[in-house]
């Protein structure tokens, strides 16, 4: 069983990628650290990764998220950046694409900006995981150090020469 977060020390819980293939659907391209959900957990990340096709049918991005709770994960939080790009060689049209950030932080305007940045490089990459992986360390130990800072009510988080401060309370940590 996954603990509650105390600290921004575990905020994050892990970052997927989820394309489309057209004769399995939905599917994981990539994800990290190795194994922070179960097999079960990750299917239902994946199924959900997409929005409805009523609700989006044209290129471009969509942000949302949704909840994780079960036995296994209590609150984690799943905050999406859809992208859906024309493309010709596509024989449905578009290349369609899910970035995904499971993290314990109640903090959508956050995760958005994140997974702007996060999304637009994983996709121009050639190397996927080491963006991932770059990613979630520089997050990680950009939040070392910040244990003090959460009782003065915040962090600060340095990601693509941008800095962002992370305004906590009780309710966002989880």
Same mark, same amino acid.
């Given at each position: 069983?996954i ?6 020390? #575990? ?13 399995e ?35 471009? %991005? ?9 036995? %296994?994960?209590? #609150? ?10 024309? #493309? ?37 990459? %050639?190397?996927k995981?080491?963006?991932? %992986? ?7 130990? #950009?939040?070392l ?30």
């Amino acid at each position: 069983m996954i603990k509650k977060s105390n600290t921004p020390l #575990d905020w994050l819980m892990g970052l997927v990628a989820v394309g489309f293939d057209l004769e399995e659907g939905q599917v994981i391209r990539a994800h990290y650290p190795g194994c922070f959900l179960s097999q079960q957990m990750l299917k239902y990340v994946v199924s959900v990764a997409f929005p409805d096709t009523c609700t989006f049918s044209s290129e471009g %991005e969509m942000f949302f998220f949704f909840k994780l709770h079960n036995e %296994e994960i209590h #609150d984690a939080y799943c905050y999406a950046l859809f992208t859906q790009l024309k #493309d010709p060689n596509n024989p449905r049209g578009y290349f369609q694409s899910s970035v995904v950030i499971v993290s314990k932080l109640k903090a959508p305007s956050i995760m958005k900006s994140l997974l702007i940045e996060l999304s637009r490089s994983y996709l121009a990459s %050639e190397d996927k995981m080491g963006v991932f %992986e770059t990613f979630y360390k520089n997050l990680m130990a #950009d939040s070392l150090g910040a244990e003090q800072a959460i009782n003065q009510g915040g962090f600060k988080l340095k990601l693509f020469g941008q800095e962002l401060k992370v305004w906590t309370n009780q309710s966002f940590l989880r």
